[in-house]
């Protein structure tokens, strides 16, 4: 059974960064790709970024681009998201996601605000 937990969340003023974090299990971690997903009040949920499971390559939204970078730790069966430059703009759910799959974590919510 795949397992996702979030976790890194939190409240964090404009301009400034989090790393979330996830930890994955029930499956083999190294033969998937992982992505964050993100999810704004009334909107619907949006693909942020993306990571292949061995070379590492990554694609991001756009209006991320340059502010966020996805990686990953096979050791650990974990992806990371370092946020920075954060803005209002960004508040969410944050979730992971492993390719293939319809499962999702709980979420770790952010929310930038002064």
């Known amino acids: 059974q795949i397992q996702l937990v979030e976790s890194g969340g939190g409240l964090v003023q404009p301009g400034g960064s989090l790393r979330l974090s996830c930890v994955a299990s029930g499956f083999t971690f190294t033969r998937y790709d992982m992505s964050w997903y993100r999810q704004a009040p009334g909107k619907e949920r949006e693909l942020v970024a993306s990571i292949t499971p061995k070379r590492g390559a990554s694609n991001y939204l756009d209006s991320v681009k340059g502010r966020f970078t996805i990686s990953r730790d096979n050791t650990k069966n974990t992806v990371y998201l370092q946020m920075d430059s954060l803005k209002p703009e960004d508040t969410a759910v944050y979730y992971c996601?492993?390719?293939?799959?319809?499962?999702w974590g709980q979420g770790t919510q952010v929310t930038v605000s002064s």
């Open positions: 996601k492993r390719w293939g799959s319809n499962g």
